[in-house]
């Protein structure tokens, strides 16, 4: 109980407890605030601080770059919107199956299998994929980016959702099946509320994985179709400029919004 | 008994010859018993004893892997459990979290087509028969476990179901809300005239609630009777040893006569009692006598009397326990009620007394 615990024994007490926490936040954090800070500078320089303006900003909208931007941005959030809703929709019936399956054969394989690729190295993952589209000759664009969003996007969707399904207790739906509901019934009027903050989760987790990915977006991509990760990453490699500390500090606002609102519903409990 | 006739002869739940394995094991070995209807029926036995497995296969949440069950005369092992007119109380009452009080109430009549106006106004007159009329806007969990015991009772009433299926729900209240509880449910029963088949490992409630119980252990009938028959007759050791306190001597039985057995206790002593069917002159059986059918005194009185010597008096609250060692026989307890005090000494240890019982006290157990 954290009541009983005496000061001595609090780790805050430990000697360079304050040291290494500090040095923590500033590794983490001290990159994003320098790349936030300088998106507001009036210089063309990366380094110099010239004075604040939203000039970078207004660069991204209506400057020359800006089209090609919108288009990656377009792009991104349609992919990511899409590919969310469906590894979130796969995901949820993987859920049901694996935690209210009853102890069938291969379970734990068919666990190990969803999850495993949050354990494979992204460039495997990419290569494979790749490998896949040019050997069932599908064209490369918009749509195998899609597809390969929402393969690597499941487990990440997957394991909130099973974790909120582990803590309902299934004798709510034998209430409900008790009650004259039937297996559908059970399952939408019962479970599938009882579900909805781990379902939210999953879904703004695959949101967000699926907006920043790089590696396997650039190998599936076809030609002249790009999302924001990759037109910055094309961008970039013409010199740093400020309107990309631009971009980045708004995704990082899309993040930090989305991260947000994922903490308030796992909070939010449809039950109290 | 006055409540054989308040209940009907019809019979609400008939389990037939009912099996129930799980791969290797046996959870419940050949079943047979008819449940009346109108009944307050009570399934008694210690943890793992198959009663909430009887249950559940009569809600329809397990297969019957042999045998039938029947309601009202319909075969209903193969129905699912949505289709057969039974509902449950479920012991850790599985009220739906994100609903409210009363659409909780309503849940089943909404399923069963009811409008949700109507499914309401009957939720809401279910709620006034359990007192928690101020709650229906609220969630389960903010209400306390005593109240989320009666939503479950009136979720489970509101449909009407022929038969109500209680699995252990009161055993999470505290002692006193249990036994207030007790008496609710009783009365509910009586009021309703729904047959209730209720599931506990506490044989005090069993016999405080019941018409009649169904004693299990180890997924057999050990005897099925009204608590008055499950208390003074009880059948086999299992019985007689699970049902309240009793003292419990090995005897042989020296002789029969005139419906008779003649007991011999060990050191010498012999005790006479009513035969029972079974037991016949020179078994080795086992012989119950409840504590607080045996008085003290110091003359031998009439009926039968064994001599012996006090050991221990044990204070207990409304009673006196009194453990009495036989001259070279076996070790007794005697129950003395307090509010005999007044007109009863307390015989001191060391003291040299008599125990005494009528005929029927005693009982032969087969074993």
Not at chain 1, 118 to 143: K, S
Not at chain 2, 299 to 323: C, M, W, Y
């Amino acid at each position: 109980m954290a009541t009983a615990k005496t000061a001595k024994f609090d780790i805050k007490s430990y000697r360079g407890f304050k040291a290494m926490t500090l040095i923590c936040l500033f590794v983490l954090y001290a990159p994003l605030v320098v790349v936030t800070i300088y998106s507001f500078n009036a210089s063309n320089s990366i380094t110099t601080w010239e004075g604040f303006s939203l000039h970078w900003y207004a660069d991204v909208f209506i400057g020359p770059d800006s089209d090609k931007f919108k288009a990656a941005a377009f792009n991104s959030f349609v992919i990511a919107i899409t590919a969310a809703t469906l590894a979130t929709s796969i995901a949820t019936l993987a859920a049901t199956a694996m935690v209210r399956g009853g102890k069938f054969r291969l379970r734990t394989v068919s666990f190990g299998l969803i999850s495993l690729p949050l354990m494979v190295p992204e460039i495997v993952t990419a290569v494979a994929t790749l490998i896949f589209f040019n050997a069932i000759g599908f064209d490369r664009g918009i749509l195998t980016i899609l597809l390969a969003h929402t393969a690597f996007c499941i487990p990440f969707a997957y394991l909130p959702i099973s974790a909120r399904m582990q803590g309902i207790e299934d004798s709510y739906e034998q209430a409900a099946m008790d009650l004259y509901a039937n297996r559908r019934q059970a399952f939408t009027r019962i479970l599938l509320p009882l579900m909805m903050p781990g379902i939210i989760s999953g879904f703004i987790l695959a949101f967000i994985v699926s907006l920043d990915d790089f590696i396997i977006t650039n190998f599936v991509k076809g030609a002249g179709v790009e999302t924001l990760p990759t037109a910055i990453f094309g961008s970039v490699k013409q010199g740093i400029k400020p309107n990309i500390m631009a971009i980045s500090t708004m995704l990082l606002g899309v993040s930090v919004l989305m991260v947000t609102i994922s903490y308030f519903v796992s909070k939010s409990d449809n039950t109290k | 008994m006055s409540t054989d006739q308040e209940i009907t002869r019809e019979i609400a739940i008939d389990v037939r010859n009912a099996v129930k394995r799980y791969g290797d094991f046996t959870a419940l070995k050949q079943i047979s018993l008819s449940i009346m209807d109108n009944e307050f029926f009570t399934l008694l036995g210690p943890s793992g004893c198959g009663k909430t497995t009887l249950l559940r296969m009569i809600a329809g949440f397990e297969d019957v892997t042999e045998g039938g069950i029947y309601l009202y005369g319909d075969e209903i092992e193969n129905l699912p459990p949505h289709q057969r007119p039974v509902n449950t109380v479920f012991q850790n009452y599985a009220l739906f979290p994100h609903m409210t009080i009363l659409d909780n109430v309503g849940f089943g009549l909404e399923m069963r087509g009811s409008s949700k106006a109507d499914a309401r106004k009957r939720a809401g007159e279910m709620l006034e028969l359990v007192q928690l009329s101020q709650f229906a806007a609220r969630k389960p969990s903010q209400l306390s476990g005593g109240q989320q015991q009666r939503v479950a009772l009136a979720r489970a009433l509101a449909p009407q179901p022929k038969v109500l299926l209680l699995d252990e729900p009161l055993s999470a209240l505290d002692l006193k809300l249990r036994k207030a509880m007790q008496l609710e449910l009783k009365h509910l029963q009586r009021e309703t005239g729904i047959t209730f088949i209720f599931v506990t490992h506490d044989q005090e409630e069993a016999l405080t609630m019941s018409d009649r119980i169904a004693v299990m252990s180890a997924g057999e009938l050990q005897q099925l009777g009204a608590p008055t028959d499950i208390y003074e007759r009880p059948h086999n050791m299992f019985v007689a040893d699970f049902i309240g306190e009793t003292n419990l001597l090995e005897v042989s039985v020296d002789k029969i006569e005139a419906g008779r057995a003649i007991c011999h206790l060990g050191g010498g002593h012999e005790l006479t009692c009513n035969e029972v069917a079974g037991i016949g002159t020179g078994a080795q059986v086992h012989m119950s006598i409840r504590p607080e059918r045996l008085f003290m005194s110091e003359q031998p009185a009439k009926g039968e009397s064994l001599h012996g010597r006090v050991k221990e008096n044990i204070f207990v609250g409304t009673d006196i326990s009194t453990i009495v060692a036989l001259d070279e026989g076996p070790d007794f307890i005697v129950r003395t009620s307090n509010s005999d005090r007044g007109n009863k000494r307390i015989f001191e240890p060391g003291t040299e007394m008599y125990i005494n019982m009528e005929l029927g006290a005693a009982r032969l157990l087969v074993d």
